[in-house]
């Protein structure tokens, strides 16, 4: 079943990338959503691969892999400051804008960033519990995953407003490091504040989307043993 769910969570990226590539390709900042949602993904795949290793020889690496592409995730949400550049109001009525291309680039972005930040949210709880597992050390998952996204959130800051991507790491380590360890000692009280507001709002996305999933769980459940106790009374009949 699980199996089933991620082969379709794949088509849809499958698609949701054809269909962004074709629509913003060469036009201008919104063809960064393409590349964007691509890294967005990554981290989302490899938590998946992760529950399939069972050595540590390979698991702390792919979890450092992990950490360097996760803050692309989170990111993503802030690219929600480019729908500034949609024009959505008409300037001679100055109600909203009925422009066909505005409302399916906003669908596109939708599309785009809601769920892959909702799979993000699934992502860090996989990987804050195989830590704990894996490891052995003896702390709650939810302490890990708190750690895990203020490291985030120091990342998100970093791609936001230095401009520094995970790939980075990779194509150009000396210079990225370089960058990283020289703005990292000069962080004012200004952007160490704005990294504790990425982190909070961090916290209450992935908070919120636990809260979904334990309230669909206790409604399902409820549903089953009404359904149950349906079938156990039209039985006695």
Not at 2 to 9: A, F, G, L
Not at 21 to 33: E, H, T
């Amino acid at each position: 079943m699980i199996q089933k769910r991620m082969n379709m969570i794949r088509i849809y990226y499958i698609l949701l990338l054809v269909v962004l590539y074709f629509s913003f390709n060469g036009k201008s900042v919104f063809y960064l959503f393409f590349m964007n949602t691509i890294l967005a993904y990554l981290p989302v795949e490899l938590s998946v691969w992760m529950k399939e290793i069972r050595g540590k020889l390979f698991f702390v690496p792919m979890t450092i892999v992990w950490l360097l592409f996760f803050p692309n995730n989170f990111y993503l949400f802030t690219d929600l400051f480019h729908l500034s550049l949609l024009s959505p109001y008409d300037p001679a009525t100055m109600l909203i804008s009925t422009q066909i291309e505005n409302w399916y680039k906003l669908l596109l972005i939708i599309l785009s960033v809601f769920p892959t930040t909702i799979l993000g949210c699934e992502s860090l709880l996989i990987v804050s519990r195989l830590i704990v597992e894996r490891t052995g050390i003896g702390v709650y998952p939810g302490l890990v995953g708190s750690i895990l996204l203020f490291l985030n959130s120091i990342g998100i800051y970093f791609g936001r407003f230095l401009r520094l991507n995970s790939l980075d790491v990779f194509t150009n380590s000396k210079e990225t490091f370089q960058v990283f360890a020289t703005v990292f000692n000069q962080i004012d009280g200004q952007s160490f504040n704005l990294i504790l507001l990425i982190f909070f709002f961090s916290l209450l996305l992935v908070y919120m989307y636990q809260s979904i999933i334990r309230f669909s769980f206790v409604v399902g459940k409820e549903n089953d043993n009404e359904y149950l106790s349906s079938r156990r009374q039209s039985s006695h009949q």
